[in-house]
């Protein structure tokens, strides 16, 4: 089924065509909501209410961009969404002397995806979240600033500091 007509037949509320979508981009979509969310009810919430605003608000993708880009983007915000309800990100450290030795961060070479994935459980919520924001789904510092109600240097010295607490988990792991 190409993508124009599984979006007519969304813009017809086809259930066939929601159980379709559903069936072929839950487990990513499922994924990108576990990264946000430590909790699998938490992250199962968020996935099902975002596919009722993919379903519900269908009209509103314009064709601009990837399909799947604009339903992750709605998944993402259902997740920030949970994370307020859950408790207010706090991003602490903000005022912390931020290292300044130039980013060499790269921890895809050696490690899988797996890993990556349960090493960003050890953060706390505001560096996972903005470490989410900007390495997973390329947002801007603006757009996250936007995002989560924080100054762009806020998000900035998050990001420095989600990835410094990420060197420091696996520099004892012998990485």
């Known amino acids: 089924m190409t993508t124009d007509e599984i979006l007519l037949r969304l813009r017809e509320q086809d259930r066939a065509a929601q159980k379709w979508l559903y069936e ?3 487990p990513l979509m499922f994924s990108v909501c576990k990264r946000y969310l430590r909790s699998r009810e938490d ?29 992750r983007r709605i998944m993402v915000n259902e997740c ?30 050696d490690i899988s995806a797996r890993e990556i994935l349960e090493l960003l459980d050890h953060l706390p919520p505001g560096y996972r979240t903005v470490f989410n ?16 109600g924080i100054s762009i240097n806020t998000s900035k010295s998050q990001l420095i500091l989600a990835k410094e607490k990420l060197r420091k988990i696996l520099s004892a792991k012998g990485y």
Do not use: C
């Not at 924001?133 to 989560?148: C, N, P, Q, R, S």
């Open 43 to 71: 992250a199962e919430e968020a996935l099902v209410s975002g596919f009722f605003k993919v379903f519900s608000q269908i009209d509103s993708y314009s064709g601009a961009g990837s399909f799947e880009g604009w339903m």
């Open 133 to 148: 924001l900007y390495v997973l789904e390329g947002f801007k510092h603006i757009e996250i600033a936007d995002a989560l």
């Open 80 to 109: 920030l969404m949970a994370l307020r309800k859950i408790q207010p990100l706090t991003f602490p450290g903000d005022e912390a002397q931020i290292p300044d030795y130039p980013d060499s961060f790269n921890i895809e070479a």
């Open 24 to 26: 072929r981009y839950s």
